[in-house]
């Protein structure tokens, strides 16, 4: 089973639509998580971090789901400009060896006008 | 404030050239990393380094080598090119290992 799991879409939604995506990782001592974004053939950028308790920022909310081991991404109303690839982000912890974060493959996602 | 710098932004090679792909980050972060990203593919970690003077294998370090001699730099090497090194590769850095990672923008690299 791989460490971060996504559906790698793609996720054609209409313009105003919401949108929802979900990541499974593995290792349940995971602290820390983040969506980032990734604009076709450029670097990709930290969307948001996740919170326990759940966090919103703006048009975007994030969740955890600890027992479940999933983080989701909620966006709502979706923009043209929304249209990117969305990549989920763990940091898989365990005995305080793990030195980096592990990458999703990536959720793709086209809004249409 | 530049953040992450990387330079060059595209590069040619023949199969057998070596060449150092430099990255600089000004925002004093311990923590510097080496990915490439294929198409289709996620990123994978090359090397990385947790402070000035260390390096430590990622994923597929294999046919690269780096050095940290100094905190803001991240040198990334290939000794002798292959043509499948040809990727995007993108340095980031963090604070530490469980804070978000800021990327650079990126190298073409194209091996012929």
């Known amino acids: 089973r791989k460490e971060v799991e996504q559906d790698p879409g793609p996720f054609n939604v209409p313009e105003g639509a919401t949108v929802a995506f979900n990541c499974t990782y593995s290792?349940?001592?995971?602290?820390?998580f983040f969506w980032y974004r990734q604009d076709c053939r450029k670097e990709p950028k930290l969307l948001m971090s996740?919170?326990?308790s759940g966090n919103e920022d703006g048009r975007f909310t994030a969740q955890l789901n600890r027992a479940s081991q999933y983080i989701s991404l909620l966006i709502r109303d979706s923009k043209l400009s929304d249209s990117a690839t969305y990549l989920c982000?763990?940091?898989?912890?365990?005995?305080?060896?793990?030195?980096?974060?592990?990458f999703g493959s990536g959720t793709q996602l086209t809004v249409l006008p | 404030n530049a953040g992450v710098t990387q330079t060059p932004k595209f590069r040619v090679l023949k199969t057998g050239q070596s060449m150092t792909l430099l990255c600089a980050q000004d925002?004093?972060?311990?923590?510097m990393y080496w990915y490439r990203q294929d198409p289709g593919m996620g990123l994978r970690l090359i090397h990385y380094?947790?402070?000035?003077?260390?390096?430590a294998k990622g994923e597929v370090p294999d046919g690269y080598n780096v050095s940290r001699l100094k905190k803001q730099n991240f040198l990334l090497g290939l000794e002798s090119a292959a043509p499948s090194q040809t990727s995007v590769y993108f340095c980031?850095?963090?604070?530490?290992?469980?804070?978000?990672?800021?990327f650079g923008d990126g190298t073409r690299l194209s091996i012929l």
């Open positions: 980031a850095s963090g604070r530490n290992f469980n804070q978000p990672q800021h």
């Open positions: 290792n349940s001592a995971s602290q820390s």
């Open positions: 996740v919170y326990s």
């Open positions: 982000v763990v940091n898989p912890v365990s005995s305080g060896s793990a030195r980096q974060l592990t």
């Open positions: 925002m004093n972060h311990e923590y």
């Open positions: 380094s947790v402070g000035e003077g260390t390096t």
